[in-house]
């Protein structure tokens, strides 16, 4: 296969003529047929997923998705065969669940499908002349039953289930109208049509037994169990001013004689022939769906109806009226909107209803939008955008955007954005378009019409034409690669013109065929084209002259590409391969496989190729071409593909075919060959306006902005009158609420003064029941205990009675009893008296009975001897005449009597061979039926059988290949288990290496605890210092508290000698100041002694302050010097610690390698079980060293793990102690320097323990 891979992105289009093209699989996601694909669409969020078709398909016909929305059958024509796929939607990417492709009864293709309501069953109907139903249990692939539908070769369109009956089934077709149910393995008909049967479009079923069915005469029926219950007719009128009236005419709920159907189903282009004729003209009913309110049909050309069921009748009314939207950018806007709706689709909430029509568009509505809309008709909106609905003709791209145009045989240009997936700019014209191309820079385009070759703008709304040559009908344009030029061909005549002064600066002649290709060099300085003539030429624009040339008249090529070295010449044509020219030679051509290459295109990096087909398929292939079948093949197009173009960075493929789908892919190259190109500009954002759109659009919002201005100041106007009116309203309501407000007081003070007078009678009342109930209550108490003593009274007679009933009942049982018993006694004494009597004269009699027996045998023999001789002779007398009589009257009789039971006989006989004939009739078919169950499972089994075979066959050759293997595994076992000797061997010394390297660390841990308590000695010392620190601090503190008094002190006497130095011309006043400041500072007790304490303090202050001074710098020598050495010292330590871990590490690593190594071996060798190699890893010293087993713990990676975590937490603890004593003040390391930072350590101590 190809290295060079296309991936699906987006399709621009739509198949209306596939049965059913509208499916909703949830409330947010649609399913449509475009091209060869089925496309699930999310209309919120615009993604697109495709469900690819069956490989070589011909044409997709029908679409169904199951009441659970689990499945979908597509109906389609691979080769000539019909196909049914049912694919599992619920899967990502959606896969095939069954295929259906081997029938037993002849078909051409299946037309209608449709899904049971459990999803178990299918229903597909074929066309003509077969027109056989179809009912199948698709999960077995098993056919449960199959009848012929009609037999008029009429067309049957639609199939359906009863939506809560499995059994239930409706076919309707022109002049087809029949209900089946589905017993005892056939499909019989339920019930016979009254009246004259028409041409049924459509039905759908509104309850389980009621159908609604639409005519081509715009007549809608309702039956019921087949019986019709109501009928209405659609009427579109056309008055002379345009517009369309539907009126309901003609409504009854009896049944109505139909009248007779003239012709069958007509054309799309009958019908509108036939419009366009007559003012009055029936709406055909293609579509009809059915909703919870009522059902929905489509009435004519853009027009929907919706029918609600009134009441509990059987009767349906027109409720509202929805039209297809009137297209402006339609040549002819007034019959934009006349396109057939052939499919209608609500969602599962019955929210939005989506519709098909005849021109390959997609249109949605609210239906709640349908209900604010009552007085006028609604109108659809466009799904996802305006889709061509003819083949395309004209596919073309731009650098500076991501653009795309095409042109159709529909009369339209569209611009679609590659990038957004949406239709930027769209417009039809009178003419049809043949060819376009679109300008590097995505400003302009060039069309060749039908009439005229335009240049034109692509302005931000529209598209206008500046330019227009007299070119008809030309088939192929294309502007440069550098966009200066263009070139457009006009029959076998290329036309070449500037972009500058819009001249014809060359014809080139030379094609003595139609032109079908022409394309640019990578400079423009060349041009190649390719005709019907089977020539390709290359063309020099300097001089206007063929360079090379290359003609087989035997071909004629579709397209035209070159290399992007403009080396070789890459055609394809009608010869069913791809030729490689150069130097007007052919260097090569590869095959195509029985199809023909319509379109090829090449990457600019000149590693990719693609080409299409005639059957619409898309093929990837590397470049230098393969000669052997190496290439990818997609499904892609329902037609033959027209155009094919790959964008300026090569990322992405666009094809065209004659569906009328624009298909765009991603392409890219698996063996990374095919190198992303790096834009270095970005796409353009710059749209082209014309002066005049400006000066509109400015006119327009200054027009706008006056507009807002004044309906701002009659807004204001108008709200500053209703606050007017609003605050007289809001003073009259006050007032009203204030006078009902005190009214409604007085009415509560009023029912709370009458609520107190019923409280007062209603406990009064209360009383007088109470009263009331006791004193009944008392009477009914004594009354009661009266009667309870009567009733004792009574109880106790009873009772006595009872007692003497009894001892009467039990003396005469005693004297039964007695009485019994000696009866008893008696009747047994007689009857055994009387039984010994019987006994003797019963032997008596036998004794003489045997002596009578005796004589009577010998009187007997004597008898017989006697009478036997005579009886011999008169029996031979008599016998023979009797024998003679009796043979004779025996033969009549038996005559008479057969003759007799023959008649009767065979009356009944065949009164039984009428039944028997009748029962194995029936008999017969269900014998058919499981025949043909049984000869499909037969070869179901031969199959199997066959299939089965052929994996035993395998299976021996793979046993046989295995015993090979084996034997030649057994020949290498000798030398892989001396290597697993060496193996073992080289490990022991490196065991030996990790158990030195184990003591050494053991040294280094006693180390380590050495360091653990000088390190606790100097955390003593520091605490020490840190006490004394802290006591000179608490005597600085209480100086300094001393100093801010004594400060303080002298800042008031300060300001009291300033306030007496005011009165210095005053002396009297002045000693009496001076006198009052020595009355307030200064006491004579305390003089003498304040001197004295102050230079005493003084003195012992400095001493102090001296000798705390002393200490605490030799206190700071020894602790720098101390800390240098210890760092220097665990440097050292943690470096030696570090490289031995990291040879540990290393050591471990190897060890794990070599033991893996040996498990692969003996696993190969199947000498040991597959067990993990840690376990290998665990077992194996203690079987290689067992001298080493008391020393080795259980777990070294773990313990070595623990180690060094210890270590790590040590160095933490340490660290922060270093900090603290770096934060006291004044206490610094005079080098300044530090340890290194814990998460590089870290980072050094790390080891994989895995």
């Known amino acids: 296969m190809s290295s060079v891979v296309a991936q699906s992105l987006h399709v621009f289009g739509l198949r209306s003529r596939v049965a059913n093209n509208i499916l909703y699989f949830d409330e947010q996601i649609i399913i449509f047929p475009s091209g060869n694909y089925c496309v699930k669409y999310n209309v919120d969020q615009k993604w697109q997923k495709f469900i690819p078709g069956s490989d070589r398909s011909q044409a997709m016909l029908a679409l169904s998705i199951s009441p659970n929305r689990r499945y979908l059958a597509i109906s389609e024509t691979v080769q000539e065969k019909p196909v049914i796929t049912i694919y599992e939607l619920s899967s990502v990417p959606c896969r095939k669940r069954r295929v259906l492709n081997n029938f037993d009864f002849q078909v051409q293709k299946f037309i209608s499908l449709a899904f049971s309501p459990d999803s178990k069953y299918l229903l597909a109907q074929t066309s003509p002349p077969e027109s056989n139903l179809v009912y199948w249990l698709w999960e077995k692939q098993k056919v449960m039953a199959i009848i012929r539908t009609d037999t008029q070769n009429n067309p049957v369109y639609q199939v359906s289930f009863s939506p809560q009956d499995n059994t239930q089934v409706c076919v309707t077709g022109n002049g087809v109208f029949k209900l089946l149910r589905f017993t005892e393995g056939t499909l019989k008909q339920a019930s016979f049509q009254r009246g004259e049967l028409q041409n049924y479009l459509a039905h759908t079923w509104v309850a389980n037994d009621r159908i609604i069915v639409g005519t081509d005469t715009g007549k809608l029926f309702l039956f019921e169990s087949g019986e019709q219950r109501w009928e209405t007719s659609i009427m579109v009128k056309e008055p002379t001013l345009g517009s369309k009236s539907l009126d309901v005419i003609q409504e009854s709920e009896s049944l109505i004689e139909f009248p007779p159907v003239s012709s069958p189903l007509p054309s799309y282009e009958q019908m509108v022939a036939a419009s366009s004729h007559s003012q009055m003209s029936m709406p055909q009913v293609f579509a009809i769906a059915a909703y919870s309110k009522g059902f929905a049909c489509s009435a004519g050309p853009g027009r929907v109806l919706l029918f609600e069921k009134m009441g509990e009748k059987d009767v349906y009314r027109e409720s509202r ?35 098909s029509t005849s021109k390959n568009q997609l249109y949605s509505i609210t239906m709640s939008l349908t209900e604010i809309s009552k007085g006028e008709a609604a109108h659809f909106e466009y799904l996802m955008y305006p889709l061509h609905s ?210 090829i295109a090449i990457s600019h990096s000149g590693r990719m190729m693609f080409v299409g087909t005639s059957v619409g398929t898309i093929r990837a292939m590397r470049y230098p071409l393969p000669l052997q079948k190496e290439f990818n093949e997609y499904q892609a197009h329902a037609g033959p593909v027209t155009k094919m173009l790959l964008t300026f960075d090569d990322q992405f493929l666009l094809t065209t075919a004659e569906d009328g789908c624009l298909f765009t892919w991603k392409v890219f190259d698996k063996d990374g060959r095919g190198i992303k190109r790096e834009r270095e500009v970005g796409f353009a954002e710059e749209v082209l306006v014309t002066k005049a759109d400006m000066e509109e659009k400015a006119q327009v919002m200054l027009e706008l902005k006056t507009r807002v201005e004044e309906l701002k100041m009659e807004n204001e106007y108008q709200l500053r009158l209703k606050d007017m009116n ?265 065991e030996n290496e990790i158990r030195v390297m184990k003591e050494q660390i053991q040294e280094m841990e006693a180390e380590l605890q050495h360091f653990h308590k000088q390190n606790t000695q100097l955390e003593l010392n520091i605490a020490e210092l840190w006490q004394k620190l802290r006591a000179t601090n608490q005597e600085m503190r209480r100086e300094r508290q001393k100093e801010r008094d004594l400060e303080a002190l002298v800042r008031r006497f300060k300001t009291d000698l300033h306030d007496c130095v005011a009165y210095i011309q005053e002396p009297r006043l002045l000693k009496e100041k001076v006198r009052g ?47 240098e050495l210890h760092r220097t010292h665990y440097v050292r330590i943690m470096q030696e610690n570090v490289s031995l871990i990291m040879e540990i590490n290393e050591l471990r690593r190897e060890l794990k390698f070599t033991r893996s190594q040996v498990y692969d071996l003996e696993a190969a060798l199947k000498l040991t079980k597959k067990v993990r190699p840690q376990e290998v890893s665990e077992a194996g010293p203690r079987k290689d060293m067992p001298s080493m087993a008391p020393t080795m713990r259980l777990n070294e990676q773990e313990e070595t793990g623990r180690i060094i975590e210890m270590q790590r937490l040590e160095i933490q603890r340490l660290r922060d102690q270093i900090q603290e004593q770096e934060q006291v003040t004044g206490f610094h390391t005079l080098t300044g320097a530090r340890l290194p930072s814990l998460s590089n350590s870290e980072a050094d101590f790390e080891v994989k323990t895995n």
């Open 321 to 355: 009226e929805i039209r297809l939207p009137v297209d402006p950018q339609s040549s002819d806007p007034s019959q934009s909107d006349k396109q057939d709706i052939l499919c209608l689709c609500f969602s599962p909430s019955e929210e939005t209803l989506v519709v």
């Open 390 to 599: 003819a083949p395309i003709t004209g596919l073309a791209t731009c650098i500076r955007k991501p653009l795309i145009a095409t042109c159709s045989l529909d009369r339209s240009i569209r611009i679609w954005n590659y990038e957004t997936n949406t239709l930027e700019l769209y417009k039809e014209y009178q003419e049809e378009a043949y060819s376009i191309s679109l300008h590097p820079s995505g400003h302009f385009i060039v069309v060749g019409f039908a009439d005229k070759l335009r240049l034109m703008n692509l302005l931000v709304d529209d598209i206008r034409s500046f330019k227009e040559y007299s070119v008809r009908g030309s088939r192929e344009c294309s502007f440069s690669n550098g966009g200066h030029l263009f070139a457009a061909v006009n029959g076998n005549v290329i036309h070449i013109y500037t972009t500058t002064n819009l001249e014809n600066i060359l014809s080139l002649k030379g094609h003595t065929g139609k032109i079908r290709s022409i394309v640019w060099n990578a400079d423009d300085s060349k041009l190649i084209s390719g005709g019907t003539d089977g020539a390709v030429y290359e063309w020099n624009l300097s001089t206007g002259k063929r360079e090379t040339e290359c003609v087989l008249k035997s071909c004629s090529y579709n397209c035209v590409t070159i290399s992007p070295d403009a080396k070789i010449i890459f055609a394809v044509g009608t010869d069913y391969t791809l030729k490689e020219i150069a130097d007007s030679s052919i260097l090569r051509e590869i095959p195509a496989f029985d199809v023909t290459y319509t379109a």
């Open 1077 to 1123: 400041l020595f009355e307030k500072y200064v006491q004579r007790a305390d003089m003498v002694e304040i001197a004295g304490l102050n230079t005493d303090l003084q003195q012992e202050f400095s001493r102090q302050r001296e000798h705390l001074e002393r200490n605490l710098a030799t206190l700071k020598k020894n602790v720098v010097k101390e800390g």
């Open 726 to 990: 609003y605050s007289e309203k809001i003073k009259d309501l006050t007032d009203k609420f204030v006078q009902e407000m005190e009214s409604l007081k007085t009415k509560n003070q009023v029912l709370i003064t009458e609520k107190e007078k019923q409280d007062i009678s209603h406990r009064e009342h209360v009383e007088e029941l109470l009263d009331k109930q006791s004193r009944e209550l008392q009477d009914l108490e004594s009354c009661n205990n009266q009667k309870l003593l009567l009733e004792y009274e009574k109880y106790q007679e009873l009772q006595l009675k009872s007692q003497r009933m009894q001892e009467e009942y039990e003396k005469q049982l005693r004297d039964n009893d007695e009485t019994k018993s000696q009866a008893l006694e008696e009747l047994t004494e007689f009857y055994e008296a009387k039984l010994q009597e019987k006994t003797t004269l019963l032997e008596e009699a036998q004794e003489d009975v045997r002596q009578q027996l005796r004589e009577f045998e010998e009187t007997k023999k004597q008898i017989e001897e006697d009478e036997d001789q005579e009886i011999q002779d008169i029996k031979t007398k008599y016998e023979k005449k009797l024998r003679d009589e009796k043979e004779s009257n025996l033969r009549l009789k038996g005559e008479t009597g057969i003759m007799k039971k023959k008649f009767s006989s065979l009356q009944k006989e065949i009164e039984e061979r009428t039944n028997d004939i009748k029962t194995l009739k029936g008999e017969q078919v269900k014998l058919q039926g499981v025949i043909k169950s049984l000869e499909k499972d037969i070869q179901g089994f031969k199959r199997e059988i066959q299939e089965r075979d052929e994996t035993i066959q395998d299976k021996e050759k793979q046993i046989y290949d295995l015993k090979k293997k084996n034997q030649e595994l057994e020949k290498f076992k000798f030398v892989l288990d001396y290597k697993i000797k060496e193996l073992k061997k080289q490990i022991e010394p490196r």
